[in-house]
């Protein structure tokens, strides 16, 4: 409930007095009504008072003033019938006009509808007595002269302007809590226009009634309604044209700003735009240059790179070619043991190390002379034009004394050589790669041949890369051709005799060469990749058979099969999900494959083999580091891999006989592998007197050709066939055995 506050709480009261007042002034009129007068005539005017009067409302152009018909019609009346009958029309006007606004749904409480009706009652009733009291009569005489009809209607207007108004202010006033004479002042005072004009217009009818009849006087006051209608319908019309014209005018105005801010927009895009593209074109420009820079030139060094250095060199045969006994000479250049370096000290270091030989190779050579890096610690030079080939060697040496002085890098001492290749334009060369890749020949002779050393290329080297690059040929064609085949070599217990496994050796069957040695293409294989499919093919094979020897005899199961894996193979991601497959194709139990690798290619990439080895020995594959010895082992290391065996390499075995100091050798690494869990095989066991010491330093397997030399499938079936009869005879170890020679075949039965 709204909470009723300061003059709000005589609302109540001062309308229930008004009502009260109005209620007598109703009683009084009717109870005094002179029905001799009551004719047609008031019962039509009482009839368009109540039904029409409040509707026919008209707002006045610019003013906020409402002349309503209904108070012309209640003064006619005043005038013509006398007050009583006034009075009541009045009220019966506001209540039907209050009850109409309810039935609307505009909110007038009971108690508003009955002020409204005694406010009409009380002002018409008031207005009545004043005119009564200027004019002797409530009802106008017909003959009045105009001062009195002056006199009545501004009597008439002033009563009931005073009168309705003030009573109506008063009760807003009270229910909106403010001062009265501020609500009359703002919302009444305006209205007093209303009731002249109402009471003029009355007035000026009233007499017309005198000269024209009262039924003119009707007909007279509809066409003046119908007239007042079409001025009300016309000024509406005005009034919505002029709104419209207002509500184009302003929606145009928004138009015309919108358009103006578009286009204020648009020219500050168009700068921003203008401004942006040329930021860009300027962005572009440098990054053009800075991209051409980048194209042809080693990021680390700043040095031309490969690209760039082939450009000059396609320059430099273009001149010997123009300029007879124009010379050039191309020295390609690698860093020793770099990679050790790179390893041991970090790849930042390393990045130090080639800037800091970078300025050393420039310091060597003159202006004209073009030095690159090709890529990783490899260098080219390129000399146009000297006179003498010795000037080229004098170069080389130049290079590699003053790169072989110590070099200080965050306060380490780092040393290095470089081993260089040289190739000359006297050679007849037409294509930079040429050129290249013969100095890159003979940098691999200056390597092959000790390192920090230079060395030319010649006809030799011309000779064996051709034949290089032909094996590599033909290596390629011999997987599709399938000219490999995988032998086989017995690994034997010492102690007893017996054969325990197969070392898988790869084979192949060139079509004019014969049989080459994997010693010769394996590296090949290597180097092109050709060993990834190739490995896993004997891999595959090598499983499949062992398989099949499982299956055709129980004695058989205990065999073991050794697969050699090139450092390739052992980097690639996926080694272990393809020798999982192999085996699960092959149904071989992993128990029954070992991988040989080599202990070099282990120890290289310490961290990647342990990792991958782990993972090879998670799948239940045993492990053997092969060659053992031939590299450098880092004891620290050793322990971490999760290896099985250990692999004694030949060159040991050999040289047993020759003098306590080998031995020792070979007794310590067998001592090394007990110690670290690991069993010990040793390779090469070519004579009784070898496999005599390696019994008695407790050698638990071995290998070589005093057993077999490796067979192929069908004689490795033969021989196991023999081991398992228990024949026996001594192989006699004078000449060089070949492989799948059956004289060796049955050597382990003798121990
Ligand atoms: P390896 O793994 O150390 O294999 C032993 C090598 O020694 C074999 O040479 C074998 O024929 C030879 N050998 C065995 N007993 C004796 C002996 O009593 N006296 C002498 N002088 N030699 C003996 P092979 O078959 O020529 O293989 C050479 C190397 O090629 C292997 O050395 C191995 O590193 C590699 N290789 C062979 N097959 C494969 C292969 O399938 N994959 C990979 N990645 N490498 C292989
Ligand atoms: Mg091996
Ligand atoms: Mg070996």
Redesign the pocket.
Known sequence: MKEVTGKQKYVLPFAALVTACGAVACIFSAYNFPLAKFDLGLLLLALLTVLLGSRLTMQLPSAKVHVSVSDTLIFIILLLYGGEAAVLIAAAEALYTSFRFRSRGITIRFDGVLFNAALMACSTFLSAWALRSSLGSAIIPLQADNVALLTAVCVMALVQYAASTSLAAIYTACEANQGVWTTWNKKYFPTSLTYFAGAATATGLVTLKGLIGFYAVIATATAVTISYLTLRRYINDLKASVSQAEQAEHARAEVERARAEQAERHVDELNHYVAELKRTTDELQTSKEHFRHAAFHDALTNLPNRALFTDHLKLAIERTKRQPGHNFAVLFMDLDRFKNINDSLGHIYGDQLLVAISQRLKGCLRQVDVIARLGGDEFAVLLDGFTEPNDVLRVAEKIQKAISEPLTIDRNEAFTSASIGIALSSTGYERPEDVLRDADTAMYRAKDGGKARHEIFDEVMYARAVSLLNLENDLRRAIERQEFEVYY?PIVTLKTGGVCGF????RWQHPTRGMI???EF?PLAEETGL?IPL?QW?LEESCRQMREWHEQSLANRMLTVS????GKQLSRDDLCQQIKLILERTGLDPRSLKL?I?ESVVMDNADLAINMLQQLHNLGIQLSI??FGTGYSSLSYLHRFPVNNLKID?SFISRMGLGDENLEIVRTIIMLARNLGMEVIA????TKEQLAQLRALSCSFG???LFSV?LDAESAVALIRQVQQNAAALPSPADAPRDGDSKYLYSSLVM
């Open positions: 070599q070392e898988a050796l790869l040695s994997p010693a394996i060993i490995g004997v697969v050699n894996l090139s040989e080599t092969d060659d030949r390779e090469g066991i070519e290998q070589g050709y490796p």
